[in-house]
């Protein structure tokens, strides 16, 4: 079976305080960390993960090695720029409301991941998604028959992933609230096409009760 195992980062000082984050260097909370090292533990039950990917960015790299802690060894992380969150330059650090300010024509109860402009010094969601589909398809390629990977990722990646997977509107999806932190999708990939068997997995949240 080969399968590929996808989670969101763990709870940074900027999720908490409700900043958008893009490629800032934000740090996990102390719950962030938790976060990270429960899921370990809990994909350490269940998965034998033979190959890790991950973001390149801070939070992702915490929330790997975190991850590690809580498995009791992973392999070596590949960090690729490719599983980066969406990018929004200049107005990175902003609060949500800020950046809706900026961009009135925004629907308020949308995500701003969905922003239908690209802010100076950002991407447009077209780039976003075709990096992410190619960082998709190498992790494909590279998973070979019997084997797991795990990639630690972004919410707005894997709203990507997900719509691309279950054939949702890709527009529908973006505007979503992301998953909750260290949440893990599973993905079978045996199949004619890969397989969504498992979303929003939060095993690791009862360690935290």
Not at 43 to 64: K, N, P, Q
Not at 145 to 166: D, S
Request: one cysteine or more; a negative charge; charged letters at 30%.
């Amino acid at each position: 079976m080969r399968t590929l195992l996808v989670a969101r980062h763990g709870e940074t000082t900027w999720n908490r305080d409700g900043r958008i984050q893009g490629w800032a260097p934000s740090r996990l909370t102390d719950r962030g960390q938790q976060q990270a090292t429960a899921l370990g533990a809990w994909l350490d039950e269940r998965y034998s993960v033979d190959r890790v990917f991950a973001s390149d960015l801070r939070r992702t790299r915490e929330t790997a090695a975190a991850v590690g802690d809580g498995y009791g060894g992973l392999p070596d992380c590949a960090f690729d720029t490719d599983w980066r969150e969406r990018g929004f330059g200049i107005m990175q650090g902003l609060y949500a409301d800020e950046l809706l300010d900026e961009f009135p024509d925004h629907d308020r109860d949308a995500s701003v991941i969905s922003l239908d402009a690209a802010p100076e010094g950002g991407e447009g969601i077209p780039t976003f998604r075709g990096r992410v589909e190619s960082a998709w398809d190498r992790a494909i390629a590279t998973t070979d028959a019997g084997e797991t990977t795990l990639v630690v990722t972004h919410g707005g990646v894997i709203k990507v992933l997900l719509a691309k997977l279950t054939d949702r509107d890709p527009d529908a999806a973006l505007a979503e609230d992301s998953q909750l932190n260290c949440a893990v999708n599973e993905i079978r990939l045996d199949g004619d096409e890969p397989e969504l068997v498992g979303e929003e997995l939060t095993g690791w949240q009862a360690l935290l009760d």
